[in-house]
């Protein structure tokens, strides 16, 4: 299946030209006007293990957990408030450091929740078989704290996650894989090995980040050198890293 940009302009979920369950995938809407078979197509997009019997038994429970009710707010947009909530602590947001879990992709809910060190958390112990299909959601401190990282985004693919996100003081960045699941299943790297996947990923990104300090040494001394925006070079190492890999990166802002 051909990956949906999530800022594609889509007017209609029932629209000839857009498959409904790439809409839903791509903008969240239109889940009451799925089939049960598209229903089960669409979780299955996000690795969730729902029966036919479950689906029939409660055809409606699936559309409030993800998306909530109409007007409402979603369980897992609820949840990441919760998060960011708890990251923060009643104060500023941290300067050091980080704190992670594994969500629930349709309820929201969040596991095996872990407080890092200053730049990482650790989810050793963790079998893979257990991270597949949940959001890993963590922490990144700081004011002015750097996107998602190469290792970010091999995780990712070595566990086969629905997404990975790094809250931050300002919003959110997310990472996310493609529709497509390929020969081997797994949508982050649909027809090949995922070492190979995940190491092209980490070669994509430390690239890019090395060609922007290289255009930074040129001015050094100079009036024109300023500090490296350490948020906005990861921001673009990810997206070259989204473009190369058929991904999909997205920013978003506190709410």
Known sequence: MPRLDPVVDLDQPNDDQVDPVE?????????????????????????VDLTESRLEEHPGHASQKVHG??????????????????????GAWPSVGETGGLMDPVSGQITHLRRGEQFSVDFTGVPWDEMKGKVLIHSHPGADAMGLSDGDAQVAVRANLAEIRAETATGSVRMLPGTDPGVTG?????????????????????????RAFAELDKVVGTPEYRSPDLAKLTADANRAVAAAMGWQYIEEPAT
Request: charged content about 30%; glycine content about 12%; aromatic content about 10%.
């Open 69 to 90: 009710r109409r007007g409402g707010v979603s369980p897992v947009t609820q949840a990441v408030r919760d998060f960011r909530a708890s990251v923060a602590g009643g």
């Open 23 to 47: 809409y839903w995938f791509a903008t969240g809407e239109g889940w009451d006007d799925l089939s049960q078979e598209d229903r089960r197509r669409a979780l299955d997009l996000l690795g």
């Open 186 to 210: 797994n949508r982050w790297s649909p027809h090949r090995q995922q070492a190979e996947t995940a190491a092209e990923a980490g070669r994509i990104w430390n690239e890019s980040v090395d």
